[in-house]
């Protein structure tokens, strides 16, 4: 293909941020808006704690999957959405994106900053990110690409640092947490289903009944209160036996449940505020406290792999109230789930 | 989006004394941490743990200055030394006296919700909520105040200019009527204290 290729309603993107959310979040949510929809009632709908063991890999935009090889349809379970990671070809690579715009779907694209000039990590440090991609000229030269993570970006793109960018071997780098993972042309194609039924009280409160039954789920995999048990105990042994890899994981790998806590926890209460629903609202808020929990895990763990040993103890002080803050969280929903059942979600 | 700074910092250098109504927490013995650096050597910053700190170039430094009506005093911040507090469960005497607010320049590697605990002459000991929204680039969750919003980041090899560092006024409660001796700051890395003053309760004076 020659020439312009721009997806047909495309001039600008818009951008969603919370300073919670990492480029996975704020890609989706331009995507969601692009078709009409909700960004926090979408990806704020669901609310799990999932670890894989062996599976974290150190890049902003991981996600434990519970469906194997979709990111997007394990983010939004509730939803018809899925999404499939692709790997464009050697010879000519734009081409996969210009068949997507094509077909009227927005590619979005794994990038090294190293190699974006809107990036403050440019020239500085290796660490993977994902952008949108949303317009392709050729004869320019550039690509149209949106990256809605602070200082923000929409605009053009010289074909060439796309290309580096999106190649890189991503090498190791001390310092940063999401490098050492090769970007290898990877590009999340996307299928939403929009559009989505509205958020109802009714279905609100079913897929908290979901999200409650996950906790409660006793399965094979690492998963719930009990994974969270789990993943807290490996966490304080891998730092007590000094072992830098495992305590490392835990900051790459607590951003995406972070993230999610903070978005459900804001749905329910913008929600709970929306329906005159105090009690859903203060459910939120709970869930809210469990994002501020993972912060200490996460900082104490990024510490921590200098001198795991020094560390171990914090990471057992804070692994532990995370839990606590999970287990309040879950009694708040539960409650708050009595109030949804006549469908109004009202209060008095 | 967040897209919120402001060109001028909204604290003010102190003009008057304040009498006794206000203790201001001597906090150089604890400072563990830097936060501010000079545009020219960056690579001294640690205020989070990828090496980002806050312009010295935008903030007070070595001075009184007044936040919300309460007086502090800014750190010497640029020089490659200690500057803030790191909460690392630090023990801290204080003046005795009956206050009713513990107002802080305070900022967080992400939004934090921890505890003070607050000891007193008689015995007592409280857990007051300490709450402190994001240094980067972020909105009041908490509903602080901005003390500062700055106009560049920097970065351990580079100033980077469009992200915003915030250094917050929050202050934390002290509902017992009693005579306050001492404060332990919480064991969590993410919260970084730049300076902490003390509000009498009404009708009590050192």
Known sequence: MTGVQQAPTDRVIQHWYRDHVSCLQSTLASLLIREGEDPLGALGLSWEFRHLPGDVRPEEFYWPCA?????????????????????????????????????NRLPIVAVDNYHLPFRPAYQDVHSAHLIIVYGIDRVA????????????????????????????????????????????GRWLDVTLGTPFPPLTPARLGEAMAANLARFDSDGPDRAGLRGLAEFGTELVAAARNGDRATVEEAYPFGWGMQAQAALHGELLRDRGVQWRNPVLAEAGRRVEQVAHAWTPVRVCAAYGRADPRAWA???????????????????????????????????? | MVNHVSPAPRATAVRDDHGSRFHLVDLDLHRDNVGVTSSSATGYGAFNVWGNSLPAEELPSGRAIQV???????????????????????????????????????????????????????????????????????????????????????????????????????????????????????????????????????????
């Open chain 2, 68 to 206: 919300e009506d309460v007086p502090f005093t800014f750190p010497a911040t640029g020089g490659g030394r200690p500057d803030n507090v790191r909460c690392a469960g630090q023990h801290i005497t204080v003046e005795p006296g009956q206050y009713d607010w513990l107002y802080l320049l305070t900022a967080a590697e992400r939004r934090v919700e921890d505890e003070i605990a607050f000891h007193y002459a008689d015995g007592a000991v409280d857990f007051e909520p300490l709450r402190v929204s994001d240094f980067w680039a972020a909105p009041a969750v908490f509903g602080e105040t901005s003390a500062f919003t700055t106009l560049t980041m920097h970065y351990p090899y580079h100033v980077q200019a469009n992200v915003s560092a915030m250094v917050w006024c929050q202050r934390v409660p002290l509902v017992r009527g009693a005579a306050l001796a001492a404060m332990r700051l919480p064991r969590n890395p993410a919260v970084h204290i730049f300076a902490a003053t003390f509000v009498l309760r009404k009708g009590h004076h050192r």
């Open chain 1, 313 to 348: 103890g914090d990471l057992a002080h804070r692994t532990a109230r995370l839990r606590r803050a999970h287990e309040e969280a879950l009694a708040a929903i539960e409650q708050a789930m009595a109030t949804l059942n006549d469908g109004s979600g009202e209060i008095g």
């Open chain 1, 141 to 184: 030269g550039e690509v149209l690409v949106s990256d809605a993570m602070p200082p923000a970006y929409h605009g053009p793109l010289a074909i060439a640092d796309l290309l580096r960018s999106w190649t890189s071997v991503n090498p190791r780098e001390q310092e940063a947490f999401f490098s050492g993972v090769h970007i290898d």
């Open chain 1, 67 to 103: 469906r194997d090889g979709d990111l997007v349809g394990s983010l939004l379970p509730y939803h018809r959405a899925g999404s499939v990671w692709r790997t464009a070809p050697d010879t000519d690579p734009l081409v996969a994106l210009e068949t997507a715009l094509a077909g």
